[in-house]
Antibody, heavy 119, light 110 residues
Framework: QLQLQESGPGRVKPSETLSLTCTVS??????????WGWIRQPPGKGLEWIGN???????YYNPSLKSRVTMSVDTSKNQFSLNLRSVTAADTAVYYC???????????WGQGTLVTVSS | QSALTQPASVSGSPGQSITISCTGT?????????VSWYQQHPGKAPKLMIY???KRPLGVSNRLSGSKSGNTASLTISGLQAEDEADYHC??????????FGGGTRVTVL
């Protein structure tokens, strides 16, 4: 069974960069057809798609976050990562990593990690 | 790219049916048959319940059904049960390899 696990700091200071890593187990991140993504959920609010990455490094980002987001992949470690620059309190959220299925749905999710932006 | 519109809350008594709407635009919901629905219990990750608008993954109750008309997708839960109490989120492909979610709906079983 495919499993995803987010890791990274639980607190980031305003104006700094939020960095998270998602480790994939039970399957290869280099599988054809599947994109890997980041989705976040501010406290008490809905989900927001951040972006996707393919094992080749191809990326697609939410237009509203594109100027601040960079995603990368490390196939040797079966991991992919998220960097979000110049964070503010509005970036406080639970960040999920997930796999995009061939039916354009999100079947496999990590448990999520809360990141708080605060000085 | 604006979030899809969902009602903040929907409630019903056990055994009743409820419907959650998810309104987008002709650039997302109206253009593609890639609407998915997710159930989320407090403190848990979302779980896929409906994909491609109306298909259920293996193991998901047939009391859940999805449909679409124009720019609005809907999730219906029939025979409401206590275990259905959760947040429900819709998601649509929005073209150019982008996705958009709704604001989420809290379902309460009275």
């Amino acid at each position: 069974q495919l499993q995803l696990q987010e890791s990274g700091p639980g607190r980031v200071k305003p104006s700094e960069t939020l960095s998270l890593t998602c480790t994939v187990s039970g399957g290869s991140i280099s599988s054809n057809y599947f994109y890997w993504g980041w989705i976040r959920q501010p406290p008490g609010k809905g989900l927001e798609w951040i972006g996707n990455i393919y094992y080749s490094g191809t990326t697609y980002y939410n237009p509203s976050l594109k100027s601040r987001v960079t995603m990368s992949v490390d196939t040797s470690k079966n991991q992919f990562s998220l960097n979000l620059r110049s964070v503010t309190a509005a970036d406080t959220a639970v960040y999920y990593c997930a796999r995009l299925g061939s039916d354009y749905d999100w079947v496999f999710w990590g448990q999520g990690t809360l990141v708080t932006v605060s000085s | 790219q604006s979030a899809l519109t969902q009602p903040a809350s929907v409630s019903g008594s056990p055994g009743q049916s409820i419907t959650i709407s998810c309104t987008g635009t002709s650039s997302d919901v109206g253009s593609y048959n890639f609407v998915s629905w997710y159930q989320q219990h407090p403190g848990k990750a979302p779980k896929l319940m409906i994909y491609e608008g109306s298909k259920r993954p293996l193991g998901v109750s047939n009391r859940l059904s999805g449909s679409k008309s124009g720019n609005t997708a809907s999730l219906t839960i029939s025979g409401l049960q206590a275990e259905d109490e959760a947040d429900y989120h819709c998601c649509s492909y929005a073209g150019s390899n982008t996705w958009v979610f709704g604001g989420g709906t809290r379902v309460t079983v009275l």
